[in-house]
């Protein structure tokens, strides 16, 4: 087992990532203030992980209310969360009663947005299960659920006490979930270390066929990034949107084509490439570093272009992202590929044409 | 004008009180991070006050969105949440447009929950026109709305940049919203303060005539009490819980009989009452000193007993309340009128043969 800390004052919380740790009861048990918990999971993910955790914590003397909810983007709604605080208002969960999620983005988000509103506020566990939740979601304390005009819309930043990244979960993820979870790693690398997207380039093969040893590598790695950059800007300021990056393109491909139709992941890899392609457009990076990413993100297996999308539906999505202020669109660009800016103000001019071809 | 501090370290905040603040945009202008500004208010408020504050903002080179949603506990809930993220995700409203609730308790909870939760968070403030909302709730930063299975049981803690309370307002203040407020006024002298609570006694008359010297007391008094608690303890792990006084029963009965049919502050005055006799039964104040309570609220024209309610049922709502741990009922109870405990663990028997009696 390896622990990369976030380093966030009398917030700072341990990621442990490795093998087994759905078992590890001991690493949570000291951080509980109550031995109660509210095991928070999805109709997929029970049938795999629940009773192993519940078990475990049940063996440490810590019982579990289970909360089991549909699965997928479109449940990320308020109708599902209201089933949560149901769930935890029937079983009498107090504000010492800690909110575990068992699985994915989807259930990190949605079981952290319970965990930091119920009773203004409780004890919050993340137990990611995808290798899109260990890399990215679960990390930063970043909390939402979709509205119909705009995904992540609700939500509240909200820190987890410790993140657990069982590797073991991965052996049964669908490659789909795969690809999405690597075109986040992928967006590490290329923000922020360009030796990263070397080592992914070269390393791509070994992660797409689930090598263990290639896999905590990139979990670890990952979350180094982005928790660094969460250390230095917890609540989005600043160096924090560069995690956006593909991010602005991603959402409102998303939003354009229904929740759930374009895994987050297939629009990330595309709003990545995209991304990459109009700073090159812009004279940022070099067409060739461009297409580097867009070779990468092809060899996952993503779509690396977007749906057909009308500009004029393009700015509209895209002009509904949280990062803009006064109205003009901000965007993540490179500067290289292992460096990324915001960009406040896009040229709309250039962004229009771009899109038009897109 | 009088202001009194809110002292939170970098969430500090003023609470201005006295007449014509609607038109001091000067004492907003400053905080707002973006000329532009979101008001919440609702159908009763709107008429009387929105164009006046919309004008002062206006005048200053502030834009508004103006949300108005409907008047009442009732709609304290999601679905009208929803209508005021609605409105904001229309008109673009993004992460430095700040919120402004206009309005009582309802439209402040409902508000600056949705300023906590828009697009993660949003700054925030508070002009309450009712008196409730300038002594109690626009000040301390919790904001909520009701679950149908609790009161407040969905929120978060949200400080706003300041406070505006035009003493102007309580003008068109229906009486039955006047007694609402004097009873939170009531409980901040029972808790903390004996020889504003003998003010009081003296003083009702006045307040009930509004009286403008005497509301302006009162109000300060009130908000000088409230702020030196939230300082303390904002997130109320603590002492903040003695606010509470009155509340524990008083929202038992507010779900009993369902969300609108008693006003908060007439539950709350029944619930002080009680919560006084059930100290004077448990030997930690004379009842004479629960009977003066009792009546400076009933010459407030507040309900002084509860509703029927049956003995499960209080125990079953009582149970629900957000400052319980482990199962255990809570409750604010008084050591001497003036001050306030919070009784951990209430001895339930009798607590029921209390609330069989009620």
Same mark, same amino acid.
């Given at each position: 087992?390896?622990?990369?800390?976030?380093?966030?004052?009398?917030?700072?919380?341990?990621?442990?990532?490795?093998?087994?740790?759905?078992?590890?009861?001991?690493?949570?048990?000291?951080?509980?203030?109550?031995?109660?918990?509210?095991?928070?999971?999805?109709?997929?993910?029970?049938?795999?992980?629940?009773?192993?955790?519940?078990?475990?914590l049940?063996?440490?003397?810590?019982?579990?209310?289970?909360?089991?909810?549909?699965?997928g983007?479109?449940?990320?709604?308020?109708?599902?969360?209201?089933?949560?605080?149901?769930a935890?208002?029937e079983?009498?969960?107090?504000?010492?009663?800690?909110?575990?999620?068992?699985?994915?983005?989807?259930?990190?988000?949605?079981?952290?947005?319970?965990?930091?509103?119920?009773?203004?506020?409780?004890?919050f566990?993340?137990?990611?299960?995808t290798?899109l939740?260990?890399?990215?979601s679960?990390?930063?304390?970043?909390?939402?659920?979709?509205?119909?005009?705009?995904?992540?819309?609700?939500?509240?930043?909200?820190?987890?006490?410790?993140?657990?990244?069982?590797?073991d979960?991965?052996a049964?993820?669908?490659p789909?979930?795969?690809?999405?979870?690597?075109?986040?790693?992928i967006?590490?690398s290329?923000?922020?270390?360009?030796?990263?997207?070397?080592?992914?380039e070269?390393n791509?093969?070994?992660?797409?066929?689930?090598?263990?040893?290639?896999?905590?590598?990139?979990?670890?790695?990952?979350?180094?990034i982005?928790?660094?950059?969460?250390?230095?800007?917890?609540?989005?300021?600043?160096?924090?949107?560069?995690?956006?990056?593909?991010?602005?393109?991603?959402?409102?491909i998303?939003?354009?084509?229904?929740?759930?139709?374009?895994?987050?992941?297939?629009?990330?890899?595309?709003?990545?490439? @995209?991304?990459g392609?109009?700073s090159?457009?812009l !004279? $940022? =990076?070099?067409?060739?570093?461009? +297409?580097? %990413?867009? /070779? #990468? *993100?092809?060899?996952?297996?993503?779509?690396?272009?977007?749906?057909?999308?009308e500009?004029?539906?393009?700015?509209?999505? @895209?002009?509904?992202?949280?990062?803009?202020?006064? !109205? $003009? =669109?901000t965007?993540?660009?490179? +500067?290289? %590929?292992? /460096? #990324? *800016?915001?960009?406040?103000?896009?040229?709309?001019?250039?962004l229009?044409?771009?899109?038009?071809?897109?």
């Amino acid at each position: 087992m390896q622990t990369v800390r976030v380093a966030l004052a009398e917030r700072a919380y341990p990621i442990h990532i490795g093998a087994g740790l759905l078992e590890r009861a001991d690493l949570l048990v000291p951080l509980l203030p109550q031995r109660r918990v509210a095991l928070v999971t999805n109709h997929t993910v029970a049938p795999l992980y629940l009773d192993r955790i519940a078990r475990a914590l049940d063996a440490a003397g810590v019982a579990s209310v289970r909360v089991v909810v549909p699965d997928g983007e479109a449940h990320k709604d308020w109708s599902t969360l209201n089933k949560v605080f149901d769930a935890l208002l029937e079983n009498r969960c107090d504000r010492k009663t800690a909110i575990v999620a068992l699985g994915g983005g989807v259930i990190g988000d949605l079981a952290g947005f319970a965990a930091a509103t119920y009773q203004r506020g409780v004890p919050f566990v993340q137990v990611p299960t995808t290798l899109l939740a260990q890399v990215d979601s679960s990390v930063g304390g970043k909390t939402a659920i979709n509205h119909p005009l705009g995904k992540n819309m609700i939500g509240a930043f909200h820190q987890p006490l410790a993140v657990l990244a069982d590797m073991d979960t991965l052996a049964t993820l669908p490659p789909a979930e795969l690809r999405a979870g690597l075109a986040e790693v992928i967006k590490h690398s290329a923000i922020r270390d360009a030796a990263f997207f070397d080592w992914l380039e070269a390393n791509l093969d070994a992660l797409l066929r689930l090598d263990r040893n290639a896999l905590a590598y990139a979990v670890k790695r990952s979350v180094e990034i982005k928790a660094a950059v969460v250390a230095v800007d917890e609540r989005e300021t600043g160096l924090r949107a560069l995690l956006n990056f593909g991010h602005t393109f991603g959402h409102a491909i998303e939003t354009a084509s229904g929740y759930g139709n374009w895994l987050h992941g297939e629009a990330v890899g595309a709003g990545m490439v @995209m991304a990459g392609r109009f700073s090159a457009r812009l !004279g $940022r =990076i070099p067409a060739a570093a461009a +297409e580097r %990413l867009a /070779r #990468a *993100v092809d060899k996952l297996g993503l779509p690396i272009a977007p749906p057909r999308i009308e500009v004029p539906t393009w700015l509209e999505l @895209m002009g509904r992202d949280k990062k803009n202020v006064d !109205g $003009r =669109i901000t965007l993540i660009l490179l +500067e290289e %590929l292992g /460096r #990324a *800016v915001v960009a406040k103000d896009a040229p709309v001019r250039e962004l229009e044409a771009f899109l038009a071809s897109a």
